[in-house]
């Protein structure tokens, strides 16, 4: 059973930067709000390596 998108954010919130990476790059069949509600809770900081994780490089 697919996980509920509330639960999907409860996880990334308390997960480490490397697991956030994870669930971002992992998760499917979010909406493109629901992906946005999410780099809500993503440290600014280190968004060049959620780029470099999603373009695969």
Known sequence: M??????????FINASLDEKIRI???TQGLTVE???ELLAYFPIK?????EEAVNGI
């Not at 509920?4 to 996880?11: G, H």
């Not at 280190?46 to 959620?50: F, I, N, Q, V």
């Open 2 to 11: 697919e996980k509920k998108f509330e639960e999907i954010k409860e996880e």
């Open 24 to 26: 971002y790059t992992t």
């Open 34 to 36: 629901q992906f946005k």
């Open 46 to 50: 280190h968004l060049d390596r959620l």
